[in-house]
């Protein structure tokens, strides 16, 4: 259940982009040493990557890392591989990497991405429950022209959706 996509769950489709995502939780799973849902931790932990996010969010990464490994680990490729699970699961698939970027920063070829400090909430909006009632220009454009601003955590025009670690995340 938890390598599962958020929209995979709303639309039982897999995609690439689930897949990233399914990618994103392992890399979190292999560096925390847990399983993505864990009942046996207080409740603030139980799901791994909101709790990783949150430590992320707090400047507190490296707490999430694996106990068992003490301190027989290189700080730097842990806060790599963490950041980059999170990047690959991100809420929302427009946001996250194509398995070759997220590749390229785990093999220090690129640039660690800029994520939100809080993780940001994806929001489903249904279609129309009658579309014939609405001009198909319309429908199209309320649909087509948003985006997701991890940013501001907002749900905003895309023309607003420009800042550089929005850009960043956007590259494909």
């Known amino acids: 259940m938890g390598y599962l996509a958020p929209e995979c769950v709303v639309t039982g489709k897999a995609s690439k982009e689930s897949d990233v995502y399914s990618f994103g939780v392992v890399a ?5 040493g847990r399983k993505p849902f864990d009942m046996k931790v207080p409740e603030c932990q139980m799901g791994m990557v909101e709790w990783v996010w949150d430590l992320y969010g707090m400047g507190r990464l490296l707490e999430a890392a694996d106990l ?3 301190p027989d680990f290189d700080e730097g490729e842990m806060e ?10 991100h809420p929302d ?5 194509k398995i070759r970027q997220a590749i390229h920063v785990l093999n220090f070829e690129a640039p660690l991405p800029i994520l939100p400090k809080k993780q940001p909430t994806l929001s489903f909006f249904p279609p129309p429950l009658n579309p014939t009632t609405i001009s198909s220009d319309t429908s199209q454009n309320q649909y087509s022209s948003n985006t997701y601003n991890t ?3 907002k749900f905003t025009s895309s023309s607003t959706a420009s800042s550089p670690s929005t850009s960043l995340l956007n590259k494909k």
């Open 68 to 70: 068992k490994l003490g």
């Open 151 to 153: 940013d501001s955590s």
């Open 93 to 97: 698939h427009n946001f996250r990497p």
């Open 28 to 32: 979190l799973e292999i560096a925390c």
């Open 80 to 89: 790599r591989l963490m950041i980059v699970g999170l990047w690959c699961a």
